[in-house]
């Protein structure tokens, strides 16, 4: 069963940084792209950052110059680099990876991880 499993949310204060990480488990043959998602009380889910299976990123205006997405193929992960928080950065945020089992391609969504800036 083919899965993704985000970590490293959790409070920090305006300013600070966190660094989340997704894995992805199960039977994976192949990687395409995999992002970042984030989903804030009362607000519809929004695209934070995406990366290509070879390595093209692309960022919401909002995260630009503050955060970077990276990953590695090889412990099929993705992870997110995040700097200067600001309270609106609140949201739970979800891990998505584009995917092919033995079946055929898919897109896969994490559980989410709540990250909180607060003083």
């Known amino acids: 069963q083919v899965q993704v499993v985000e970590s490293g949310g959790g409070l920090v204060q305006p300013g600070g940084s966190l660094r989340l990480s997704c894995a992805a488990s199960?039977?994976?043959?192949?990687?395409?792209?995999m992002g970042w998602y984030r989903q804030a009380p009362g607000k519809q889910r929004e695209m934070v950052a995406k990366i290509t299976g070879d390595g093209r990123t692309n960022y919401a205006d909002s995260v630009k110059g503050r955060f970077t997405i990276s990953r590695d193929n090889a412990k099929k992960s993705v992870h997110l680099q995040m700097n200067d928080l600001r309270s609106e950065d609140t949201a739970v945020y979800y891990c998505?990876?584009?995917?092919?089992?033995?079946?055929?391609?898919?897109?896969?969504w994490g559980q989410g991880t709540q990250v909180t800036v607060s003083s």
């Open positions: 199960g039977s994976i043959f192949s990687i395409g792209a």
């Open positions: 998505n990876g584009y995917l092919r089992s033995a079946a055929s391609w898919s897109t896969y």
